[in-house]
């Protein structure tokens, strides 16, 4: 499969039109590819699901770029987005620093930033930088907002969130995320928005859907969202493999002798001397 272009993704309209998962490393971009995912996102919940902070406000340029480079190397044909850490976009000139290494050094084909920063899209979009916007619960500010709650549950805050939406369309945004928003608003975003949406606890009408892929396989258990289908319970089946390991050694099970290499006899003879091995 070859790599979306913007032009392509632009048109990915109607619901189920955008299959996105993170990954942050070589073996799961890896497998998302050959799974056929549409886009892969080194989401900054690297922070969260690999590295154990807290949140995602901790995560460095350097952590994205070491991560987007290795999810780089194990999908080099799927379209892959790069978060731009926290305040890395507080202003037009970072965003750019930031981009242009995530894009050279990184090998991402897009960055991903938070809120409305309406300034920062445009001047990464002029200088050719494809971005995709995020709205609703934006984890970088989640304290602000009041924790990880649902986003645009009254009038007036619907009103914004859709305003903003539209005015990251308008500065040049490939597609927006929306997470965490209420499933009737998502539908009017995706509806009055000509570029898709991408839905993460937005319901089913959004144009595209993304999971956190430590969310998707059961490896993540410090909480999860409502909004959360596993399709694995890998967690579990991992630690039985790891303790049927560890079992074994102490059993003296594990290595067998096939899984040990042999000196042939003329060596043997060599380091013992003659009948003696
Ligand atoms: O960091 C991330 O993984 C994200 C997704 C939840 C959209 O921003």
């Known amino acids: 499969m070859a790599k979306l272009t913007i032009a392509e993704l632009k048109q990915r309209k109607g619901p189920g039109s955008l299959v996105m998962l993170t990954a942050y490393d070589y073996p799961t971009a890896k497998l998302a590819a050959e799974a056929g995912v549409d886009v892969l996102l080194v989401g900054d919940s690297l922070g969260m699901v690999v590295l154990g902070y807290d949140s995602t406000v901790p995560v460095t340029l350097e952590e994205m770029l070491h991560h987007t480079s290795a999810a780089r190397r194990g999908a080099p044909d799927v379209h892959l987005v790069s978060d731009l850490p926290y305040l890395a976009d507080a202003t037009p000139e970072r965003a750019l620093a930031a981009a242009e290494r995530l894009i050279k050094e990184g090998g991402a084909d897009s960055v991903k930033l938070e809120g409305p920063k309406l300034a ?36 007036a805050a619907a009103k914004k969130l859709l305003e903003d939406a539209l005015a990251l369309e308008d500065a040049g945004a490939w597609g927006v995320v929306l997470e965490m928003v209420p499933r009737q608003l998502a539908a009017l975003v995706t509806e009055q928005l000509g570029v898709p949406t991408i839905g993460i606890g937005a319901g089913a009408a959004t144009d595209g859907q993304v999971l956190v892929f430590h969310d998707l396989v059961g490896v993540f258990d410090r909480f999860k969202p409502k909004f959360v289908r596993r399709y694995l319970e890998g967690g579990a089946l991992i630690r039985e493999a790891i303790e049927a390991y560890a079992a074994d050694v102490r059993a003296g099970a594990f290595p067998e002798v096939g899984h040990a290499y042999e000196m042939d006899e003329e060596a043997l003879e060599g380091l013992y001397g003659k009948g003696e091995a």
């Open 120 to 155: 920062v899209v445009r001047a990464l979009v002029e200088a050719g930088v494809p971005v995709l916007g995020h709205v609703g619960l934006t984890p970088q500010t989640a304290s602000s907002l009041g924790g990880y709650k649902v986003q645009g549950r009254s009038p």
